[in-house]
């Protein structure tokens, strides 16, 4: 099972930037489609956005489209996700999971192991 660890979150003002990092342990990592996902309290877990397993394919939610680019670096066994513009309503805690998907997918239910999470807090 791959073990994934998330950095990169933080305090930001509204329009800042922030990239997050998630490092993946295992030898499997470029096998997998990699994806990111976020929680603000009180809400269900959003799909963010995923890229496939040699990150030729990649798939966002509506809010991130234009704003936040997802990548994946083999050598290092590391995704991305570089957010620019950042907004309050962006404020949530991101994961990042594997799936064993043959191309990128937004159902979390599709991801079978994910990350502790970092915060992302966006002021105003």
């Known amino acids: 099972q791959v073990q994934l660890v998330e950095s990169g979150g933080g305090l930001v003002q509204a329009g800042g930037s922030l990239r997050l990092s998630c490092a993946a342990s295992?030898?499997?990592?470029?096998?997998?489609?990699m994806g990111w996902f976020r929680q603000a309290p009180g809400k269900e877990r959003a799909f963010v956005a995923a890229?496939?397993?040699?990150?030729?394919?990649?798939m966002y939610g509506d809010f991130a489209k234009g704003r936040f680019t997802i990548s994946r670096d083999g050598a290092r066994n590391t995704v991305y996700l570089q957010m620019n513009n950042l907004k309050p309503e962006d404020t949530a805690v991101y994961y990042c999971?594997?799936?064993?998907?043959?191309?990128?997918?937004?159902?979390?239910?599709?991801?079978?192991?994910w990350g502790q999470g970092t915060q992302v807090t966006v002021s105003s």
């Open positions: 295992g030898r499997t990592f470029s096998s997998y489609v």
């Open positions: 890229i496939s397993s040699l990150g030729g394919v990649t």
């Open positions: 999971a594997t799936s064993s998907n043959i191309i990128p997918t937004m159902k979390a239910s599709d991801f079978g192991s």
